[in-house]
């Protein structure tokens, strides 16, 4: 075992060295077949490791003596965010192709993390940095309406034109932030209450209906509920206005979103107030920046997120940021530095990834404000925030598994839900890739090999 041991040093350094995509593929399957590791059955994928330490915070939180972390958070992590993943081999004519050695490797999680600066970064080098971790972005200021509306009725996306398509080319999921304001200077003049709901009642028709089919999800309304700020106001009863754009777009995913966080004061609203004040909403946007130092517990939060765990309504963490200082709460003492926002910001991506509720988890940026979320220095290096979350996303919350089909072309393995890459050896030797998701109700996956164009493609296994 020591030798193999060695040995799989050794293959993994070799794999690193490529820098063709093919030929790292081909290494891939071969350190596979060269360990030959007995699995749980035969045809068990097994994990390969990536022999790279864990950041000293993302080692912190799961070795946690903190009895919640461990009996709760962490077990609803593997029970709520994984399954077996059952996957079938075969030729364009349905044999199954036996024997072939695979690999399968998480590219994307389901679950939504994201920043908002990861479309507008202005430094290309950071913004590539930024797509190593995230796949979600909620616009700091984009989208809001001061940002688009010159004059009243008149538009100008062609930012969020670019934004969009960019985010489409690059598979990033966008939250639209929000249709209601903040207030552009035009809308000062307005004179009447009535004429300002007809404004925002029409620019949310205009967003909605050009980009409808191309952003995830629209937040009606924001900070005019638990905070009131004024150029936020909603200038008519906001039940009636939502239940309007329901009616009209009825495919359309629609929150809210306000100054809600971890602590009991600000706490999310109870599901029945929130949907009886808006009909068929979707999600709610809570922003957990408040108070602006605070060091919630993982039951903390667990607790925010629980009552809406058998709703249908989803929890999007979309502004979430601290300032350095002394940290508030009870649950650490101290000052906010590098070791402690690294801690915190693992705490904060595990806790809120563990839960079912929780679909978004966005880091805010307005960096001359939320001091503690730079993930970038001035020397333009990456800081201790980003080298944990990259530690937590890419080398723990990873699915990596290598094996071969059985006798009727099939193998199995424990699995995050998300996009996975597929590499199939076949028998004549030859390399096939496909791509696939896998969630919790499409967990057995029918990978199609066509030996004569060199293609294969992933299909639901009926």
């Keep these: 075992m020591k030798f193999l041991g060695i040995l799989f040093v050794m293959m993994f350094q070799m794999i690193q060295s490529f820098y063709l995509y093919s030929a790292r593929c081909f290494v891939l399957l071969a350190l596979y077949s060269l360990l030959a590791c007995p699995a749980r059955g035969e045809n068990r994928l097994l994990a390969l490791e990536e022999g790279v330490p864990l950041h ?51 590219q994307k999680h389901k679950f939504l993390f994201g920043h908002c600066n990861l ?13 190593k971790l995230f796949h979600f972005t909620c616009p700091e200021n984009l989208t809001k309406w001061k940002s688009y509306a010159p004059d009243r009725g008149v538009y100008d996306f062609s930012k969020i034109d670019s934004m969009v398509e960019y985010c489409a080319t690059n598979e990033i999921s966008v939250e639209w932030h929000f249709l209601s304001g903040y207030h552009p200077e035009w809308f000062a003049s307005v004179q009447s209450d ?25 937040q009606v309304f924001n900070e005019d509920w638990h905070t009131h700020i004024q150029r936020a ?60 130092r605070l060091w919630a517990s993982p039951k903390d939060m667990f607790d925010t997120f629980e009552q809406y765990n058998e709703s249908d309504v989803k929890i999007h ?30 705490q904060v991506a595990a806790t809120a990834f563990s839960h079912p509720s929780v679909r978004v988890l966005n880091l805010w940026a307005n960096y001359d404000k939320f001091t503690g979320n730079r993930l970038f220095g001035e020397d333009g290096k990456p800081t201790e925030q980003y080298k944990a979350l990259n530690s937590l996303l890419n080398q723990k919350l ?24 597929l590499l199939v050896k076949s028998k004549s030797g030859r390399l096939f890739v496909a791509h696939f998701d896998a969630e919790r109700r499409a967990t057995h996956i029918k990978i199609v090999i066509n030996e004569v164009d060199g293609t294969a493609y992933a299909t639901a296994d009926e």
């Design 56 to 106: 000293p915070a993302v080692t912190a939180f799961f070795n946690n003596p903190n009895g919640f972390v461990r009996e709760v958070v962490i077990p609803c992590m593997e029970r709520e965010r994984k399954d077996e993943i059952h996957l079938k081999i075969v030729s364009s004519d349905g044999t199954p192709l036996q024997r072939c050695q695979v690999s399968a490797e998480l």
């Design 119 to 131: 479309v507008t970064e202005k430094s290309p080098r950071n913004r590539h940095l930024l797509s």
């Design 194 to 218: 009535a004429e300002k709901a007809a404004s925002q009642l029409a620019n949310s028709r205009a967003v909605l209906n050009r980009y409808q089919d191309s952003v995830n999800f629209f």
């Design 233 to 292: 106001k909603v200038f008519c009863d906001q039940t009636r206005l939502f239940e309007k754009l329901r009616k009209e777009f009825p495919e359309v995913e629609l929150g809210v979103c306000d100054c809600w966080s971890f602590n009991k004061e600000n706490r999310l609203p109870s599901v029945e107030k929130l949907t009886s004040r808006y009909p068929g909403i979707n999600f709610v946007s809570m922003h957990a920046h408040k108070p602006r």
């Design 317 to 346: 963490v979309t502004e979430f940021g601290i300032i350095k200082g002394e940290i508030e709460g009870s649950y650490r003492t101290g000052d906010w530095n590098d070791v402690t926002l690294a801690e915190y910001f693992v």
């Design 398 to 421: 990873i699915t990596h598994v290598a094996g071969e089909t059985d006798q009727n072309g099939a193998c199995e393995f424990n699995g995050f839900h998300g996009r996975y890459e």
